[in-house]
């Protein structure tokens, strides 16, 4: 459906550098990272906003790299939705239609919740219900694909995790590819059938949400899902000693490294690491503890309270990655 | 660099050549004639000084205006006691002046009636500018003053140092204005032999003993440009978003105390000043409406045909100049700033340009000639209108719309064209009243059958025709206040 071929956007110290991915007809692929890591301006270059300095784009096996945005067929659904502000929730729809059908537009209206507010105009919504015209819009134009460019994060955390399930359910029905830009890992873990790391303009890792949450490929593939605790370490022989203990772990063989672990990758276990249970806290089902591990510090899932003695030891194998003396510094820094 | 970008760069110089041409003609004109100038320089310091004081006087009362509507938290639906007396033409609220103040046995002719009349009128523009930077700049430091107990004059070194570059962008605006300004002192000047350089341009122009009327009022021109042209470096607009806090009013009653007695001096009191003069006879205080006898006048009749055809044709062709360049909103920019010179800089200078550039031509001494120099004078206006709008998002919703597929036509006629309508109306509504009460570019241009209403106000007055001046000025004030129904709101989003 969509094949972005080495996509290079240059802005200086920012942009978009050697980009490539697939999406194929009805999937859904999250591009995540942090502010400033290129996600928008790839989904820009997608869009036509931009154009390359090379790399290719195509849309199904039409190369659209140096086409206008209107000759694209895509549809866009913004952060800020871009409704027109003299135009209904119905007339937004009649407008991108190739052929203005108003069974059809209420229709769809029905279908992501407005009926009934059809003749509303933008100031007269809520922030819900304008997110939902602005997706409305988009499917109108019945688009080859369709852009979300961080279509939730401003609305209240309940009405952003309501929408964002019923949206993803909307697109899998209707068979409509999507590439979605966020920042949060939840919603990428909500919506997407793949995922898309970035980290300075770069892709660097492509898997299932599943996938890049157990097994991220570079450090940045590993902060993108959140819930990671790091621990500058020294690796000998696949090996790393932490007060006394031995565990394994992969990804470095030898030198000093980050030793990266989620939440819930340690448990309690009678032969493990001494830890003092720090701070408790959590709630949504689960319950965390800051531990001070003598190494450093780390959240765990466990249920203990504060000032209690625990030994941690980790489930499976963890995971070092290289670090440059520079990169360690500034990691053992933020550790303390 | 762009294929096109030379030939783009080329154009817009040829262009910004031409538009200056008048100026660059006056210019060379003027230096031909500089023996004059030592002649007028005392006039030109009571010029300039008169400018200073009158923009100190109108930032001061203005300002003061600001502050407390500021402090005490005034809705903007107070402004509409200011806003009438800067929305009637400023030589119509000299005429009221004149009139009010004979009333009740003061002099009105002469430094201190000008000074009054341009408070009166552009104290308004002084705190329409100084309204909002008091309110996005000072407002949170007024609150952090108060939380953190800064009084005293802890508090004003806090609070005015940030509000310098809107007082010297205001100052700037003010001095420009004033140092242009030919109405005013048209009307109250003249007669007592004060004169500004506006007026004594106009005055050589006409003289019939001077042995070179045209080249003694370009010098006069270029020694006002040399006065303008410093304070253009000051005039650019300050910025700033109001933002709500959450401030408690103080003074409430001293700030509306205020806007009233403000509202009762600039506005009713040269009202009153007019309404007496047009329908109250002067010798035996009969009613008497003058209204017929100003009618009567041919001039009056010619004045409004004229004003009226020459408004309608510069609002109408500078409506339809925006509209083709909205789309282009680099290119409306560019020659926004263009025609800026003719906006900022005093109208004598354009108006003695043209005469010299258009002398030759069949098009002096016609209507014509002036329906030019009004699209040049008011084209700016209607551009940074038309300017605002695709400043606030408008051009982004017509990029939405191409991306959804509508072509570049139907995008703007469907989504941008009518986002624009408010900001339209906003040019419309400025630059109509404009055109229809102009007098400086007119009193110049004028030839016989192309008088103006200003013109023929100024005739009627000139005349000893005092009553039908007051008459046509007091519709003149009737229809600037149409003015206070103009949409001052933006795109609802």
């Given at each position: 459906?969509?094949?972005?071929?080495?996509?290079?956007?240059?802005?200086?110290?920012a942009?978009?550098?050697?980009?490539?991915?697939?999406?194929?007809?009805?999937?859904?692929?999250?591009?995540?990272?942090?502010?400033?890591?290129?996600?928008?301006?790839?989904?820009?270059?997608?869009?036509?906003l931009?154009?390359p300095?090379?790399?290719?784009?195509?849309?199904?096996?039409?190369?659209?790299?140096?086409?206008?945005?209107?000759?694209?067929?895509?549809?866009?659904?913004?952060?800020?939705?871009?409704?027109?502000?003299?135009?209904?929730?119905l007339?937004?729809?009649?407008?991108?239609?190739?052929?203005?059908?108003?069974?059809?537009?209420?229709?769809?209206?029905?279908?992501?919740?407005?009926?009934?507010?059809?003749?509303?105009?933008?100031?007269?919504?809520?922030?819900?219900?304008?997110?939902?015209?602005?997706?409305?819009?988009?499917?109108?134009?019945?688009?080859?694909?369709?852009?979300?460019?961080?279509?939730?994060?401003?609305?209240?955390?309940?009405?952003?995790?309501?929408?964002?399930?019923?949206?993803?359910?909307?697109?899998?029905?209707?068979?409509?590819?999507?590439?979605?830009?966020?920042?949060?890992?939840d919603?990428?873990?909500?919506?997407?059938?793949?995922v898309?790391?970035m980290?300075?303009?770069?892709?660097?890792?492509?898997?299932?949400?599943?996938?890049?949450?157990?097994?991220?490929?570079?450090?940045?593939?590993?902060?993108?899902f959140?819930?990671?605790?790091?621990?500058?370490?020294?690796?000998?022989g696949?090996?790393?000693?932490?007060?006394?203990?031995?565990?394994?772990v992969h990804?470095?063989?030898?030198?000093?490294?980050?030793?990266?672990?989620?939440?819930?990758?340690l448990?309690?276990?009678?032969?493990?690491?001494?830890?003092?249970?720090?701070?408790?806290?959590?709630?949504?089902?689960?319950?965390?503890?800051?531990?001070?591990?003598?190494?450093?510090?780390?959240?765990?899932?466990?249920?203990?309270?504060?000032?209690?003695?625990?030994r941690?030891?980790?489930?499976?194998?963890?995971?070092?990655?290289?670090?440059?003396?520079?990169?360690?510094?500034?990691?053992?820094?933020?550790?303390? | 660099?762009?294929?096109?970008?030379p030939?783009?760069?080329?154009?817009w110089?040829?262009?910004?050549?031409?538009?200056?041409?008048?100026?660059?003609?006056?210019?060379?004109?003027g230096?031909?004639?500089?023996?004059?100038?030592?002649?007028?320089?005392?006039?030109?310091?009571?010029?300039?000084?008169?400018?200073?004081?009158?923009s100190?006087?109108?930032?001061?009362?203005?300002?003061?205006?600001?502050w407390?509507?500021?402090?005490?938290?005034?809705?903007?639906?107070?402004?509409?006691?200011?806003?009438?007396?800067?929305?009637?033409?400023?030589?119509?609220?000299?005429?009221?002046?004149?009139?009010?103040?004979?009333?009740?046995?003061?002099?009105?002719?002469?430094?201190?009636?000008i000074?009054?009349?341009?408070?009166?009128?552009?104290?308004?523009?002084?705190?329409?500018?100084?309204?909002?930077?008091?309110?996005?700049?000072?407002?949170?430091?007024?609150?952090?003053?108060?939380?953190?107990?800064?009084?005293?004059?802890?508090?004003?070194?806090?609070?005015?140092?940030?509000l310098?570059?809107?007082?010297?962008?205001?100052?700037?605006?003010?001095?420009?204005?004033?140092?242009?300004?030919?109405?005013?002192?048209?009307?109250?000047?003249?007669?007592?032999?004060?004169?500004?350089?506006?007026?004594?341009a106009?005055?050589?122009?006409?003289?019939?003993?001077?042995?070179?009327?045209?080249?003694?009022?370009?010098?006069?021109?270029?020694?006002?440009?040399?006065?303008?042209?410093?304070?253009?470096?000051?005039?650019?607009?300050?910025?700033?978003?109001?933002?709500?806090?959450?401030?408690?009013?103080?003074?409430?009653?001293?700030?509306?105390?205020?806007?009233?007695?403000f509202a009762?001096?600039?506005?009713?009191?040269?009202?009153?000043?007019?309404?007496?003069?047009?329908?109250?006879?002067?010798?035996?205080?009969?009613?008497?409406?003058?209204?017929?006898?100003?009618?009567?006048?041919?001039?009056?009749?010619?004045?409004?045909?004229?004003?009226?055809?020459?408004?309608?044709?510069?609002?109408?062709?500078?409506?339809?100049?925006?509209?083709?360049?909205?789309?282009?909103r680099?290119?409306?920019?560019?020659?926004?700033?263009?025609?800026d010179?003719?906006y900022?800089?005093?109208?004598?200078?354009?108006?003695?340009?043209?005469i010299?550039?258009?002398?030759?031509t069949?098009?002096?001494?016609?209507?014509?000639?002036?329906?030019?120099?009004?699209?040049l004078?008011?084209?700016?206006?209607?551009?940074?209108?038309?300017?605002?709008?695709?400043?606030?998002g408008?051009?982004?919703?017509?990029?939405?719309?191409?991306?959804?597929?509508?072509?570049?036509?139907?995008?703007?006629?469907?989504?941008?064209?009518?986002?624009?309508?408010?900001?339209?109306?906003?040019?419309?509504?400025?630059?109509?009243?404009?055109c229809?009460?102009?007098?400086?570019?007119?009193?110049?241009?004028?030839?016989?059958g192309?008088?103006?209403l200003?013109?023929?106000?100024?005739?009627?007055?000139?005349?000893?025709l005092f009553?039908?001046a007051?008459?046509?000025?007091?519709?003149l004030?009737?229809?600037?206040?149409?003015l206070?129904?103009?949409?001052?709101?933006?795109?609802?989003?």
């Amino acid at each position: 459906m969509l094949r972005l071929e080495n996509l290079t956007k240059n802005f200086g110290k920012a942009g978009v550098f050697g980009a490539s991915l697939h999406l194929t007809p009805g999937e859904i692929v999250a591009v995540l990272g942090a502010s400033g890591s290129g996600k928008t301006t790839l989904l820009n270059l997608v869009a036509g906003l931009l154009e390359p300095d090379s790399g290719r784009i195509f849309l199904g096996n039409e190369d659209v790299t140096r086409q206008p945005p209107e000759k694209r067929g895509l549809g866009y659904v913004f952060q800020d939705h871009a409704l027109w502000p003299h135009l209904s929730a119905l007339e937004h729809l009649l407008l991108v239609m190739k052929t203005p059908d108003r069974a059809q537009a209420h229709h769809l209206l029905e279908r992501v919740g407005l009926g009934g507010l059809e003749a509303r105009k933008p100031h007269q919504l809520s922030g819900g219900q304008k997110q939902r015209v602005a997706l409305a819009r988009a499917l109108a134009a019945k688009p080859r694909l369709l852009l979300l460019d961080e279509p939730y994060s401003a609305l209240d955390p309940v009405l952003r995790e309501e929408l964002r399930l019923e949206v993803a359910l909307l697109l899998r029905a209707e068979q409509v590819s999507a590439l979605h830009v966020t920042h949060d890992p939840d919603e990428a873990l909500a919506v997407a059938d793949r995922v898309a790391v970035m980290e300075g303009g770069r892709i660097v890792q492509v898997d299932t949400p599943a996938e890049v949450y157990a097994r991220p490929q570079t450090l940045a593939a590993a902060r993108a899902f959140g819930r990671l605790n790091l621990l500058a370490v020294e690796v000998q022989g696949g090996q790393v000693q932490l007060g006394g203990q031995t565990w394994a772990v992969h990804g470095l063989e030898r030198g000093p490294g980050l030793l990266a672990f989620r939440y819930e990758d340690l448990a309690v276990a009678p032969e493990g690491l001494p830890a003092k249970v720090l701070a408790v806290y959590g709630g949504r089902g689960e319950r965390l503890c800051r531990v001070n591990l003598g190494v450093g510090e780390a959240v765990v899932k466990l249920s203990a309270a504060p000032g209690e003695q625990v030994r941690l030891a980790p489930l499976g194998e963890l995971r070092v990655f290289p670090l440059s003396q520079e990169a360690r510094a500034h990691e053992q820094g933020k550790a303390r | 660099m762009p294929r096109g970008q030379p030939l783009a760069t080329v154009f817009w110089l040829l262009l910004s050549l031409g538009v200056a041409l008048p100026l660059w003609v006056l210019a060379w004109r003027g230096l031909g004639d500089l023996a004059i100038l030592p002649r007028v320089l005392d006039l030109a310091g009571v010029s300039l000084l008169l400018a200073l004081l009158g923009s100190l006087l109108c930032l001061g009362v203005g300002g003061g205006l600001a502050w407390l509507a500021f402090r005490a938290r005034l809705h903007t639906g107070w402004d509409t006691l200011l806003l009438p007396a800067y929305l009637v033409p400023p030589f119509v609220g000299a005429l009221g002046f004149l009139y009010a103040l004979q009333l009740v046995n003061v002099q009105p002719y002469g430094v201190g009636g000008i000074l009054l009349a341009w408070t009166a009128h552009y104290a308004p523009v002084a705190y329409l500018l100084l309204r909002p930077a008091l309110e996005s700049k000072l407002a949170p430091l007024l609150l952090a003053c108060e939380v953190h107990g800064v009084t005293g004059w802890k508090r004003v070194r806090a609070l005015v140092p940030p509000l310098f570059p809107a007082l010297v962008a205001a100052f700037g605006a003010l001095y420009l204005t004033l140092l242009g300004n030919f109405g005013v002192p048209a009307v109250l000047g003249l007669p007592a032999q004060v004169y500004t350089l506006p007026t004594l341009a106009y005055a050589r122009l006409f003289s019939p003993a001077s042995p070179d009327p045209l080249g003694e009022a370009a010098a006069i021109g270029l020694l006002l440009g040399l006065l303008a042209v410093p304070a253009l470096l000051l005039s650019s607009q300050p910025t700033g978003e109001p933002s709500p806090r959450p401030l408690r009013p103080r003074g409430v009653w001293a700030a509306r105390g205020a806007f009233i007695l403000f509202a009762l001096l600039a506005v009713v009191f040269p009202l009153v000043g007019l309404v007496r003069r047009a329908l109250f006879n002067t010798f035996t205080g009969a009613f008497q409406p003058a209204f017929g006898d100003a009618w009567a006048l041919p001039l009056v009749r010619q004045g409004l045909f004229n004003s009226l055809l020459l408004a309608l044709l510069a609002t109408g062709l500078l409506l339809l100049l925006g509209l083709l360049l909205a789309p282009h909103r680099g290119a409306l920019k560019r020659l926004r700033q263009v025609l800026d010179l003719h906006y900022l800089l005093p109208g004598t200078l354009l108006a003695l340009g043209l005469i010299l550039l258009l002398a030759p031509t069949p098009v002096y001494a016609t209507p014509w000639i002036l329906l030019l120099a009004y699209l040049l004078n008011f084209a700016a206006l209607m551009l940074r209108s038309m300017e605002a709008g695709l400043e606030s998002g408008i051009e982004r919703l017509v990029g939405v719309g191409k991306l959804f597929g509508l072509r570049h036509g139907r995008a703007w006629w469907k989504i941008g064209f009518p986002l624009l309508r408010p900001y339209l109306a906003a040019g419309v509504f400025l630059v109509l009243p404009l055109c229809l009460a102009e007098l400086t570019l007119s009193a110049m241009l004028y030839a016989p059958g192309s008088e103006t209403l200003g013109v023929a106000v100024l005739s009627a007055l000139n005349g000893g025709l005092f009553r039908e001046a007051a008459a046509i000025g007091l519709m003149l004030m009737a229809l600037s206040l149409l003015l206070l129904w103009v949409p001052r709101k933006g795109v609802v989003g």
